[in-house]
């Protein structure tokens, strides 16, 4: 409705056109959206996703709180606009491709730019959990390429 109120505003030329026309502010409450389970086909293990926003019309990145429990990692991947994690919890690994391993610790901030391929997980003995704030470029986040083995990731 507020909108189209300002809409026709500035159709009808009642304020300058300079004027900004703010929305509400919006609360999305914990627990209004269920939580997800990494699906089979992009993911190795137990893995959890509790979407926290996506992108709008004024933003170009949805955020995600990502859990992994011990042994549980994503497939390679890419982020045609990078991804940024903040770890909150426990102990993972991030590794890019041709790189090592890397643990991450809670309060740890990884940023991986666009069309690097890496992943993402907990380690062998400790679960992980992360925010991911992923930017998104025509409508996509992502483009999942193959499993992490297990050689690869206990290597
Ligand atoms: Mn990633």
Redesign the pocket.
Known sequence: MMKLLATTAILFGIFATTQAFAESTEIFPAGSRPTAKGPEANFTGSVMIDMLYMNNEHTTNSGGLVTFEPGAR?AW?T?PAG?V?IVTSGSGWVQEEGGQKRQILSGDVVW?PPGVK?W?GATDKNGVSHI?VSNVKDDKA?DWMEKVTDEQYLD
């Open positions: 994503s991947h982020h991804q994690l991986t890496h993402h991911a992502v």
